[in-house]
C-alpha cells in the first residue's frame, strides 16, 4: 500500500508526498503534533496539518532565521526564541561565541519532546549546554517579563492560525520592542510572498511604524507553501545592509553564507513593492 | 465534485491543485499537451504530465530566462530560443529595442498553436511582429544550420526526457557554441538545485569546458519542482558579473531588476557548490 501525505497549503493548492511510516501522532493542549517519515524529505514535523521542518531541508530556515539578525549586531549576548521548540534555531544561535544566553520560549512542551525524540540532530542543544534555557511557556508572557532584557528576539511561529495568531499582532511588536535592549534586533518568519501577500504587507508596516529600520529577505524551503518563503528583520540600531561582508565569520552552514547576507535582500520586483507604503 | 491535478515531480513528492476545467488535451507527433483552468495559478500548460508555465507565474521564467543574458551582451541584436513555444521567452526578447530579428525554433507547432489560442498574453509576440521569426523545426538543427549567426541562444526547453533530452547534452552545446558570434552567449534552463544536483553539476561542468565563462543562478517559480529553479549561463566574452546596474535599462518587468541581475548569482552555500569541479 502507498501512503501520501497531502497539504493544502491554501484552499486550491498543495504538497502531496510519499510516506513510509507514522512516527508520532498526539493531541496536545495546543496542537496536533505528526511526525512522519517521507521519502523524499526524510523525517517530517507536521503542526495542525502544516509542514513545519523535515529533516532534508531544516537547514535553510534555521540558518536564515538566526545568522542574518546575529551578524547584523556587533554582540550578541542574550537572544530569545518565541516559539521554535524543534531547537533548530537554538542550534545555529549557539554557533555564535559571542551568546551566553540562548531562551527558548515554547508553549508547547510537547513539541520540544517529540523533536528531541524523533529530530535529534535539530532539536540537540536543547539538552546539557549550560548556555540554553528552555523555557515551556508563553512567549507573549515572556517578553511583557523582560524588558530590555535581550540583543536579539528570533519568531520561530507557525502559520498565522491556532497557537501563533497572536505572534503577528502589532501589540506584540510593540511587546518585542520593549524587550530589546536600546540596540537590539528582531526576526519573524513572514511567510510566503506569492501567497500571504497581505500579511506580508501588515506585518512590514506594523513593524515599521515601531523601528527604525525594517527589511524584508527571502529564502528557499521547498516544502513549505510556493517554495519562497520570507523573514522580516526590524533593528532599533544596527541595519542588516551596513554589515561588512570581510567581517562575518565563516560559519558551519549549508545555506547562509556573508555574500548571501547582503544578497537576500535583493528581492524580486514583485516581491520588493510589499515594502513600499 | 472537486477535480484535482497532481504532478508527480519526482518519484516520491508533488504538488496537486484544484482544476475548474480541461481547456485542452491532445497526443501530438511529440507529447501529449494539456491545457487546464486552475483555481491557484490560472491557466495551467502541461507536456507530458509535467507543468511548464501558468498565468500566475509565467513573468518569473520569460523574464529571467531572457533579461540577464540581453543585458549582459552590450548589443544583442540576433536572438535564438530553442523550445519556448508558448512564446514567454519571445515576449521578453523583443522588449529590448536592440533586437533586430528574435527567432523561435521549435519543434512542435501544436504546442503554438495551443498556446496562441489558451494563453494570449504569453504567445502575444508569436504573430504579427516582423522582428520575430517563428519556426517549427528542430532546433538540434536549426543550430548546425546556422554557424555563427547569433548574439545570444536561449534553450527553453522541457525535462530531460522525451522530445528535449538532446538539449541537454554536451554535443548540442558544443553546436551552440558554434552558432554564436565571437562574443556571444547562451543560456540554459537547467532544473532544480534541490532535486535535480547530479544533472546541474554536469551541464556546468561541460558548459564550463567549451565557454570561458560560465555561471549559475536561481530563481522562484512555485509550480516547478521545489520551487527553486536554475540557469545556467555561459559566454565567450562578456561576463554577466561585470554589468554595472546603472547601464541596464529599466524594463516592464514583474521579477527582474537591474539590482537583481547580480543578486541571482549569489547562491546559498548548497547550490553554489554544484559549480566547483
Redesign the interface.
Given at each position: 500500500m502507498e501512503l501520501w501525505y497531502?497539504e493544502k497549503q491554501?484552499?486550491?493548492?498543495?504538497?502531496?508526498?510519499?510516506i513510509t511510516e507514522t512516527l508520532h501522532s498526539e493531541k496536545s493542549e495546543f496542537q496536533q503534533i505528526d511526525i512522519i517519515q517521507?521519502?523524499?524529505?526524510g523525517r517530517m514535523l507536521v503542526l495542525d496539518g502544516m509542514v513545519m521542518t523535515t529533516d532534508v531541508?531544516e537547514?535553510?530556515y534555521h540558518e536564515m532565521i538566526a545568522h542574518v539578525a546575529l551578524n547584523t549586531h556587533p554582540n550578541p549576548k542574550k537572544v530569545l526564541v518565541v516559539g521554535g521548540g524543534d531547537g533548530g534555531a537554538i542550534r545555529e544561535i549557539v554557533k555564535h561565541e559571542s551568546v551566553e544566553q540562548a531562551v527558548l520560549a515554547e508553549i508547547d512542551g510537547r513539541v520540544i519532546e517529540a523533536c528531541k525524540t524523533h529530530f535529534p540532530n535539530i532539536a540537540k542543544e536543547l539538552s546539557g549546554n549550560p548556555r540554553v534555557s528552555v523555557q515551556v511557556m508563553d512567549g507573549v508572557k515572556h517578553i511583557h517579563e523582560n524588558k530590555g532584557a535581550y540583543d536579539v528576539i528570533m519568531v520561530d511561529s507557525t502559520e498565522p492560525v491556532g497557537p501563533a495568531v497572536g505572534l503577528f499582532e502589532k501589540g506584540f511588536y510593540q511587546g518585542i520592542y520593549d524587550a530589546l535592549k536600546p540596540d537590539g534586533i528582531m526576526v519573524a518568519q513572514t511567510e510566503s510572498p506569492?501567497f500571504n501577500r497581505d500579511l506580508i504587507k501588515r506585518v512590514f508596516r506594523d513593524l515599521k511604524s515601531i523601528f527604525p529600520i525594517t527589511r524584508l529577505y527571502?529564502?528557499?524551503?521547498?516544502t513549505y507553501p510556493?517554495?519562497?518563503w520570507s523573514f522580516t528583520i526590524a533593528s532599533k540600531q544596527y541595519d542588516p545592509l551596513e554589515v561588512d561582508p570581510d567581517t562575518i565569520k565563516d560559519l558551519d552552514?549549508?545555506?547562509?553564507?556573508p555574500?548571501?547576507h547582503?544578497?537576500v535582500f535583493?528581492?524580486?520586483?514583485?516581491v520588493?513593492e510589499l515594502t513600499r507604503d
Open positions: 497531502t491554501t484552499e486550491n493548492h498543495g504538497i502531496t508526498t510519499k517521507t521519502k523524499q524529505f531541508d537547514f535553510v506569492w527571502t529564502v528557499s524551503i521547498p510556493s517554495g519562497l552552514t549549508k545555506y547562509y553564507s555574500e548571501l547582503h544578497a535583493k528581492l524580486p520586483k514583485f520588493q
